[in-house]
């Protein structure tokens, strides 16, 4: 009987006690507002990087103001046997300096994404290649930019 009790219980213990760990979302650590954006450098991904980061939120309680200054690189990656260009590396360089209002506290930091993408038999779709790649770049820099500013803010 004392054998059975022993199987019964551990199992019970272990579904009983948690560790505690909670998934928290990228969107309830967002508490402030950026109230003005400075950019510097690329003016489409700028443009870009202003319409994801132009953060507003009803009861923030920090204001923040960004300078945000952009690089692009672009690189021939690789070339084939005739030496044409087959592919391109676009890299994004994002040096970003922020103010916290309410504090005067300042912090810099940088942020950087790099993509290959393919040159197609027309230049035209090779253009269109490159703006893809540079929209899904802006997209991953934005969503780390947010996070570094979040942990930058609140020192997670």
Request: aromatic share 10%; hydrophobic share 35%.
């Amino acid at each position: 009987m004392y054998r059975y009790l022993k199987f019964l219980i551990v199992p019970v213990f272990f579904l009983l006690s948690n560790c505690g760990f909670k998934v928290v979302k990228q969107s309830d650590l967002i508490n402030f507002n950026v109230v003005e954006i400075r950019s510097i450098g690329e003016k489409r991904i700028n443009y870009k990087l202003k319409n994801k980061l132009s953060i507003k939120q009803e009861e923030a309680n920090k204001n923040v103001k960004l300078e945000i200054n952009t690089k692009k690189n672009k690189d021939v990656k690789e070339r084939n046997i005739k030496n044409e260009i087959t592919k391109y590396q676009i890299e994004i360089i994002v040096n970003v300096k922020f103010e916290e209002l309410n504090n005067n506290k300042e912090n810099v930091f940088e942020v950087r994404e790099s993509i290959d993408f393919n040159v197609a038999s027309q230049y035209s779709q090779t253009l269109t290649n490159e703006k893809k790649a540079i929209s899904l770049i802006t997209d991953n820099l934005a969503e780390e930019i947010i996070e570094k500013l979040i942990s930058k803010l609140y020192d997670y």
